[in-house]
């Protein structure tokens, strides 16, 4: 959520903003809102000051014994006026905070501008994708092969984008996310969390989810919400806290079932495993002090890319333009693996530096040692990494002309020493 008062003494630099990400400008429209509610504000406590001295009068009348009708007819009136005046000026409180909350982040300065993902800007690439002497295959075909992999039965079990795995390959998928949480865990110093995978409204309008993308997510006929990443849980932690300066930055991360509708993606990557409405993801979350959120972006990135790393998985990380950002980021970089199943590089992570954006939605802030005030803390969040697209780049770089699999070497202490996937 932004700032009124932001917006107030930077209405240009806001408008700014909006139009980098491709928006018209808002803030004409928002100030006279505000104006709207801070006069409504103002009318009211005028007179609540005023029926207070009325209601002084009255008693200093009586104390006389004069005739106090009149100011007992004014403060009857002030007192109706008052009520349908705080009314009012709640009603559009109510309106000023649900058109803040429709608007997106903007974006960091240093974020190239663009419409789409073809202006995002390459920043750095790992690995070499490899070279077969057999026409590669991609991940479904691989893994219905073996029979280990059913889309068919998934289909028959829940319809459209769902998928079944089997035997070594459901344990692999197991693997891949067991491997993350323990590099994230013992080298990185997340702290691990089971989180719930049922939350309340509040937790999704929090970190954005709601009301904008009400479409995307899954919801309960009793008023829970599925989670479409552990972000919501984790990042919620803190919501309504204020924590201690020397506690930050604090350093989140689970292996949760995610779940997503996928509203705006029909047609899109309905093959294989791509894009399902069930998945698994080892998230990364970070609640920081706003002077070390840019340099705790880079480490998070780095801690991401470092699955890959270890996995031996070629990669390239891009900067997101200002048209290709998700609501709630100032700037993020996505981590593209090879496939060579697609002859190209898939998203298998986006790390996104929010600001304070969901810490004002959440009022989630922090006290500065020896200070009185609070300040919001800045929360970001990332892949580190998405286990089943992590699964669709091991089928695919790891295949052999025989149509078996070798397992990556990190992998194979989690897999009882099996090196190789066959049917």
């Known amino acids: 959520m932004h700032d009124i008062r932001f917006i107030r003494d930077n209405p240009q630099a806001f408008d700014a903003g909006l139009r980098r990400r491709g928006l018209e400008p808002l803030s004409a429209a928002i100030l006279e809102l505000d104006a709207r509610r801070r006069t409504a504000q103002t009318r009211a406590q005028e007179m609540l000051a005023r029926r207070n001295q009325a209601s002084k009068e009255i008693g200093q009348r009586k104390a006389k014994k004069e005739d106090a009708a009149d100011l007992m007819a004014e403060v009857q009136h002030l007192k109706d006026q008052i009520t349908a005046t705080e009314a009012e000026e709640k009603d559009l409180a109510a309106a000023l905070d649900k058109r803040l909350a429709e608007i997106p982040n903007l974006p960091a300065s240093d974020v190239p501008d663009g419409a789409d993902a073809a202006a995002n800007v390459e920043v750095r690439r790992w690995g070499t994708p490899p070279k077969f002497e057999f026409a590669a295959k991609d991940h479904s075909d691989l893994g219905e092969a073996l029979k280990l992999m059913d889309s068919g039965r998934g289909a028959k079990l829940s319809g459209a984008r769902f998928t079944v795995l089997s035997g070594q390959l459901a344990r692999l998928h197991r693997a891949l996310g067991q491997f993350m949480?323990?590099?994230?865990?013992?080298e990185f110093g997340y702290t691990e969390i089971d989180p719930p995978l049922l939350v309340r409204d509040q937790a999704m309008y929090g970190t954005g989810q709601l009301p904008k993308f009400a479409d995307d997510l899954f919801h309960t006929t009793t008023d829970y919400w599925l989670i479409p990443t552990a972000e919501v849980s984790l990042t919620n932690l803190v919501a309504e806290e204020i924590l201690e300066e020397s506690s930050l930055p604090r350093r989140y991360t689970a292996l949760t079932a995610c779940f997503r509708a996928e509203a705006g993606a029909a047609g899109k990557d309905t093959r294989g495993m791509l894009r399902q409405h069930q998945f698994y993801k080892v998230e990364l979350v970070s609640v920081a002090h706003p002077d070390q959120s840019n340099a705790e972006h880079e480490r998070m990135t780095g801690c991401a890319e470092e699955v890959l790393k270890r996995l031996e998985l070629p990669y390239r990380t891009m900067v997101l333009c200002t048209g290709d950002?998700?609501?709630?980021?100032?700037?993020?970089?996505?981590?593209?693996?090879?496939?060579?199943?697609?002859?190209?590089?898939?998203?298998?992570?986006?790390?996104?530096?929010?600001?304070?954006?969901?810490?004002?939605?959440?009022?989630?802030?922090?006290?500065?040692?020896?200070?009185?005030?609070?300040?919001?803390?800045?929360?970001?969040?990332?892949?580190?990494?998405?286990?089943?697209?992590?699964?669709?780049?091991?089928i695919e770089n790891y295949q052999q002309g025989n149509g078996s699999i070798r397992v990556p070497e990190a992998l194979t202490p989690y897999m009882g020493g099996i090196d190789v996937i066959g049917a």
Request: hydrophobic share 35%; aromatic share 10%.
């Open 325 to 394: 950002m998700g609501f709630g980021a100032r700037k993020t970089y996505d981590i593209e693996v090879w496939l060579p199943g697609q002859n190209t590089y898939r998203e298998i992570s986006s790390c996104s530096n929010c600001g304070d954006f969901q810490a004002r939605r959440m009022n989630a802030r922090f006290r500065k040692a020896g200070e009185k005030g609070t300040q919001f803390v800045h929360t970001l969040n990332g892949s580190g990494l998405a286990v089943g697209r992590a699964l669709i780049a091991v």
């Open 181 to 186: 949480l323990d590099l994230h865990t013992r």
